[in-house]
């Protein structure tokens, strides 16, 4: 009875003891049962090896923002449009750091979003969620933006709604961008650019005799690093691969530190080519700037292969940022950050159907009203306040989950602060208050779940 009375007033969660009892005489020892343990997710296979990470950093980076970031990062610094290359490349590399440190102690889907909310709380989780989501969405109006510019250039603005209502409607029916539809997107995109450059070197340099562009001190600098910015979205994704390498503590930093290196190399031969071969005034007047300067060379069919070409990276990359939207949006919707409708799936596709619609009207009233050089400075302020949020959630680490100096952290986020700062005001207007109205609202939507009676 001793033993039964102890097991029915032990404490709820309290490990079972042994108890014994007597049964004809003798004395019996009792084991409880073990509770059984929940299954352990199976583990990724470690197959990658450095030069398998290396390709997966450039081809997330090479993509669709190389045929649109020019032309603004031109407008803002002029012929030092590559010192805001290097600065843009010094902030992702310091992110990317961060985000790779904290991988490692967190290996889970969300990014920053569950980085913010494990280090930081739940609302800093939901300040870099949010920042996901609305820079993402700017992307997707930029990349759609940029397909109707190389793809239709007398009807950018009607063609840009239509592309994103077809490829909306394609996600819909749960049809992604495949790693093989992903790997010949990266091989068109580095076959245009390849031609680019050549051309870009065979042709007379181009006299810039007007001020348009000239950078106004150090800001145009740093106004075209945060809109160049843009053109290095996907440089975390080596950093989430720590499940999937060989070494990771020695394959990540060197494939990180490569994979940058690389794509710098290639938009610095880019940006300076296409600079040398049209000028300043040129290359910031331009919608289709890679387009324009293969043209200008007066190569038979070329300006055509170009504008292909960017218009199959740009509605690649658009299909894969509705995808990706529309499952962080069901996301935070599901951990109650955002109206709770927006967690519904398709029954059939399986695909967050509802998120991606009002994605969807939110797009084509963006495309409509909004110009490349907005929606380019706009995703750039949202996207750098998320690695804002990482670097400090990573500076809270403690020596056992750091990986590389707090100095780079430090740098990090002191960089995303600064380059957030000096984008175009009316970007950074915009993206404050996007980001004040997101709070605001998760608070709504808060207080609306704590009134609401559970069945």
Not at 69 to 88: D, M, R, T
Not at 134 to 147: D, E, N, Q, R, Y
Not at 254 to 270: C, E, M, P, S, T
Request: hydrophobic content about 55%; some cysteine; proline content about 6%.
């Amino acid at each position: 009875m001793l033993g039964e009375q102890q097991r029915n007033h032990a404490p709820s969660g309290a490990r079972h003891l042994p108890f014994t009892r007597s049964r004809y005489g003798r004395t019996v020892t009792a084991q409880p049962a073990e509770p059984a343990q929940p299954p352990r997710p199976a583990a990724l296979a470690r197959r990658l090896g450095l030069a398998d990470s290396v390709v997966i950093g450039v081809g997330s980076m090479l993509g669709a923002g190389v045929f649109a970031v020019f032309a603004p990062a031109a407008a803002a610094a002029g012929w030092w449009l590559l010192a805001g290359l290097a600065v843009a490349a010094l902030v992702a590399y310091a992110n990317a750091t961060s985000t790779a440190q904290l991988a490692a102690r967190y290996p889970t889907s969300g990014g920053a979003y569950a980085y913010g909310r494990e280090r930081l709380g739940p609302w800093w989780g939901f300040a870099a969620g949010w920042s996901f989501v609305v820079g993402k969405t700017a992307s997707c109006a930029a990349m759609a933006l940029t397909f109707a510019a190389y793809a239709a250039p007398g009807a950018q603005r009607p063609v840009a709604a239509l592309v994103v209502v077809a490829l909306v409607a394609v996600n819909a029916r749960g049809v992604t961008r495949t790693a093989q539809v992903t790997r010949v997107l990266v091989a068109v995109t580095v076959l245009v650019l390849v031609l680019v450059v050549v051309v870009a070197w065979q042709v007379p340099v181009a006299e810039s005799p007007s001020e348009v562009g000239a950078p106004q001190g150090s800001h145009g600098v740093l106004q075209s690093a945060g809109l160049l910015f843009f053109a290095f979205a996907g440089y975390a994704r080596v950093a989430t691969l720590g499940e999937e390498v060989r070494d990771p503590r020695v394959t990540i930093p060197r494939a990180i530190q490569l994979a940058l290196g690389i794509v710098v190399v290639v938009y610095a031969v880019v940006g300076f080519g296409a600079l040398r071969a049209l000028g300043v005034d040129a290359l910031a007047g331009s919608t289709a700037p890679l387009a324009d300067l293969v043209g200008a060379a007066g190569w038979p069919g070329g300006d055509v292969v170009v504008r292909v070409g960017a218009a199959a990276a740009c509605g690649g990359a658009l299909l894969g940022l509705v995808a990706g939207v529309g499952r962080t949006t069901l996301a935070m919707a599901r951990e109650g950050d955002l109206p709770g409708p927006l967690a519904a799936v398709h029954p059939v596709h399986r695909v967050p159907a509802r998120a991606e619609a009002v994605l969807g009207a939110v797009l084509v009233v963006l495309v409509l009203v909004a110009d490349l050089r907005t929606a380019v400075g706009f995703s750039s302020f949202a996207v750098l306040t998320y690695y804002a949020v990482a670097n400090l959630a990573a500076l809270t680490q403690g020596p056992d989950d750091r990986r590389w100096p707090r100095a780079l952290q430090v740098l990090g986020l002191v960089g995303c602060v600064v380059l957030a700062a000096a984008l175009p005001p009316a970007s950074v207007l915009a993206g404050g208050a996007v980001l004040l109205v997101g709070l605001a609202g998760r608070a709504v939507v808060r207080a609306t779940a704590r009134r609401t009676p559970r069945p």
